[in-house]
């Protein structure tokens, strides 16, 4: 049997490992992999070369280059600039090398920071976005507008997901410059370490969010790139083409912190600072689309932490060079 080489652009990222754990587990696929210093994907020099020498048959587009508010107010022209640049290197190079079939993914802050909640496909491009990570967002919006073009003018099969808030195995765990999950994790953790009274939570947990394991994440990208093209073109339209991935279940920001409490077996006090912005009241995607498709989440939240902090806890001296 003929295996058929799939590139994982971003492979050593949390998404892009994910894709290629499940990858792994299929015999029809040869997995190519190309570290930065490999390849280099915000040179087009570089990316055409590779596509012209490779026989590529898929790309999963998950490199990017990501961080939390501070980096993105910090480095917006970085944001936007390689973002930009691995995309269009990326699918240009694809598309001229013959490859069919492809799948970008994305983000859930494409979508404007006023938009209706749950945040449905429809809601791109109707309002401003949240102004600390627009140039972030912008790149991604392009991304999906690349593919929907090439598709359009050359008959391409390439697709876009956006996934909701992602944590999981691979994930950031600075102390500065995680997420919240992650940063979440830690700091429990390390307060449980010294044995700590209280540990002191920002606003007053009142806000929604959601929240998905990224092996989940992963499943649902091979799911949606391996979708027959007619089913995946009547369930989209080729100008709203992408694809939202959730859970379509929103918690508390409290329920979360009190979750990671119970997961790390921090046993003190947690202190609500309610002088501590809120932020965002709710975000939840609208995974209508997907569900109609076929896919679901499949890990809860609960097990999601624990498997997340039982790769934190095998991986901590990682995190303290």
Known sequence: MSKKRVFVAGHRGMVGSAIIRQLELRDDVELVVRSRNELDLISQNAVLAFFSSERIDEVYLAAAKVGGIHANN??????IYENLMMECNIIHAAHLAGVEKLLFLGSSCIYPKEAEQPMAESALLSGPLESTNEPYAVAKIAG???????????????????????YGPNDNFHPENSHVI??????????????????????SGTPMREFLHVDDMAAASVFVMELDRACYSAKTESM?????????????????VETVAEVTGFSGSIRWDTSKPDGTMRKLMDVDRLSKLGWRASITLRDGLQQAYSWFLENQADFRR
């Open 182 to 203: 992650p940063a979440l994790l830690r700091r429990f953790h390390e307060a449980k370490e010294r044995g700590d009274a209280e540990v002191v939570a920002w606003g």
């Open 144 to 166: 999906i507008k690349l593919c929907e073009s090439y598709n359009r003018q050359y008959g391409r099969d390439y697709r876009s997901v956006m996934p909701t808030n992602l």
């Open 240 to 256: 709203l083409s992408h694809i939202n991935v959730g859970t379509g279940v929103d918690c508390t920001i409290r329920e979360l």
């Open 74 to 79: 910090t480095y917006p022209a970085e944001f």
